[in-house]
């Protein structure tokens, strides 16, 4: 699953280690959901998108959608 998740860690200078300790996650998870290696639960995927006040449509993309289908 494509997201947007490295790139709103960066615009707050945020590590993944930031980032995995403001969620309650290891490091390498927010590794492997950076890099589409993981797809994070449903109630992960909200706890992300209530941090950055976004919608979880605005942080994760459907990939049937991306492809124009």
């Given at each position: 699953?494509?997201?947007?998740?490295?790139?709103?860690?960066?615009?707050?200078?945020?590590?993944q280690?930031?980032?995995?300790?403001?969620?309650?996650?290891?490091?390498?998870?927010?590794?492997?959901?950076?890099?589409?290696?993981?797809?994070?639960?449903?109630?992960?995927?909200?706890?992300?998108?209530?941090?950055?006040?976004?919608?979880i449509?605005?942080?994760?993309?459907?990939?049937?959608?991306?492809?124009?289908?």
């Open positions: 699953m494509n997201n947007r998740l490295r790139v709103l860690r960066a615009e707050r200078a945020w590590s280690q930031d980032l995995a300790e403001r969620l309650e996650v290891s490091r390498q998870s927010v590794n492997a959901i950076e890099t589409g290696r993981y797809d994070p639960s449903l109630p992960l995927a909200f706890r992300i998108a209530d941090l950055f006040e976004l919608a449509e605005d942080i994760f993309m459907n990939p049937s959608k991306d492809s124009g289908q």
